[in-house]
């Protein structure tokens, strides 16, 4: 059995080495702002990753983004997981987590609203509150019903 990287993929591991070695580390003690990335560093973070061709690396190409395999993904996590400058939960900037979004639309629906997502044209959000929910949606007693157009 070979475990050896493919050659794009050794590739790809060198350049976000590179990216975190130059670009991360040196600033790790400069960019959280509480739990958050800096909103102007990210920005700045988000653009260079736009630059690398890691942008929306996780969506199929079919939708604007990367496509990049699971072995892809997990070498760029390997490398990340190197520095400190990055929260350890929520957003990250390599764009907005498409997973949801892949595994709950219809495909005239992701053909609609995953490449403007992937061009940073819209970004999704959810929104909800209700009392005695919290972050649990399921718990959600209100319900939207269309009558009449």
């Known amino acids: 059995m070979d475990f050896e990287l493919p050659e794009e993929i050794r590739a790809l591991k060198d350049t976000v080495r590179k990216f975190v070695d130059r670009e991360l580390i040196p600033i790790e003690r400069d960019t959280m702002e509480g739990l958050d990335l800096k909103p102007a560093l990210r920005a ?5 990753a736009r630059d690398l061709g890691l942008w929306m690396m996780d969506t199929p190409e079919q939708y604007g983004g990367l496509g990049l395999s699971m072995l892809g993904q997990v070498v760029v996590w390997e490398e990340m997981a190197r520095t400190i400058a990055m929260p350890p939960r929520g957003p990250g900037i390599f ?21 403007k997502i992937a061009s940073g044209d819209i970004l999704p959000t959810a929104v909800f509150t209700e009392p005695n929910t919290g972050s649990d ?4 007693r209100t319900r939207a019903v269309k009558e009449g157009d």
């Open 44 to 48: 700045e973070l988000e653009k260079k």
């Open 95 to 115: 764009g907005p987590e498409p997973m949801p979004l892949l595994f709950t639309l219809n495909e005239e629906q992701k053909q609609r609203f995953l490449p």
């Open 137 to 140: 949606l399921a718990s959600l």
